[in-house]
């Protein structure tokens, strides 16, 4: 911190203020131990803070309390009506929030001031933001205050520009990084620089089709490919290259229960399978005397209990939906 460790109480500044002891009534059940120097700065915290008091010594004693709680939300609350009323310096205040979000990467009221901040100082602020999004993210990927807080400043303030790239960047990285594919999604159906999902689909099938025929069992891209054409199931059975993939990895593992329930969609909203595929899907057939006369869809579902079995009642219910024209 940039202050020396002691106590408000010892401040010159302070000399005037009257603690205000936690009112815990006059039988507390079960009393928190609090540590010394917690009580003494809240006390301190609290004697401002009832007092409304806006000033440079109530700013100081916020981040000490913010220090001791990174995550007391009156705190920060005050602290911001501080700032407003003393004209802060915000680009300051930028970098102190920041040195506090690296030790706790994942506190609610931290991400809330650093929007408010970013918000206030504007599009010229961005680029700046993603860069410490990125610091973070490269040490949990998966931190969702920080990815909401990059998918926010892409919507509020821009830096569209290299999103896509980083997204790539990232799933080369791993390819099982489902905050990547959801990201990679708000991307090309939001940006207004590549046109929307209309003008990014054939590209990003492509993509994906590629991404699952490398890693079959990843289950990201099975649904980020079907998320390509959400809402135009007619689109998505038309597209040849998608009961393809289904074919390519089912001829290789015909218990693949991603490819299996893509293709059971399919066929329920109309697909019309190939010789090729009905040969692939035979001994599926076959395996069980009781799908010998059934249509392929009832087939694939059946097999679908077997091989998922945490959803067997999912899809014995998908079952009843299932038409009998279906062959």
């Not at 205000?20 to 009534?25: N, S």
Request: include cysteine; glycine fraction near 4%.
């Amino acid at each position: 911190m940039e202050h020396a460790k002691s106590g408000p109480g010892s401040w010159p500044e302070m000399a005037d203020v009257v603690p205000v002891p936690q009112d815990d009534g006059p039988s507390p059940v079960v009393p928190i131990a609090y540590r010394d120097d917690f009580r003494e700065v809240m006390d301190y915290f609290r004697a401002l803070y009832l007092a409304g008091e806006r000033s440079p010594r109530a700013l100081r004693l916020t981040a000490e309390a913010i220090e001791v709680n990174p995550g007391n939300y009156t705190v920060w609350h005050f602290r911001r009506l501080i700032l407003e009323a003393l004209d802060y310096d915000l680009l300051q205040e930028m970098n102190f929030v920041e040195k506090i979000a690296e030790c706790n990467p994942k506190n609610y009221q931290i991400w809330h001031h650093k929007r408010w901040l970013a918000e206030k100082l504007g599009p010229d602020v961005a680029n700046k933001e993603h860069e410490f999004t990125m610091k973070i993210l490269a040490l949990d990927a998966k931190n969702y205050h920080a990815w909401s807080h990059r998918q926010w400043v892409l919507q509020t303030l821009g830096g569209w520009e290299s999103e896509l790239q980083y997204c790539n960047q990232l799933l080369e990285e791993d390819i099982f990084n489902n905050s990547a594919w959801n990201q990679r999604y708000l991307v090309i159906t939001r940006s207004p620089l590549l046109g929307g999902l209309m003008a990014m689909r054939d590209s990003e099938v492509h993509y994906t089709i590629e991404a699952i025929l490398a890693n079959p069992q990843n289950e990201s891209p099975w649904r980020y490919l079907r998320g390509l054409y959400k809402g135009e199931n007619n689109l998505l059975v038309a597209d040849e290259r998608i009961s393809d993939v289904c074919l390519k990895v089912l001829k290789n593992d015909w218990s693949c229960v991603f490819a299996l329930s893509l293709l059971l969609d399919l066929l329920r909203s109309g697909l019309q399978p190939s010789d090729e595929l009905k040969a692939t899907l035979e001994p599926i057939r076959n395996s069980n005397p009781e799908m010998a006369d059934a249509d392929l869809a009832t087939a694939v579902c059946c097999t679908l209990q077997k091989c998922d079995p945490l959803r067997v009642n999912y899809w014995s219910w998908y079952k009843t939906t299932l038409s009998s024209q279906i062959s």
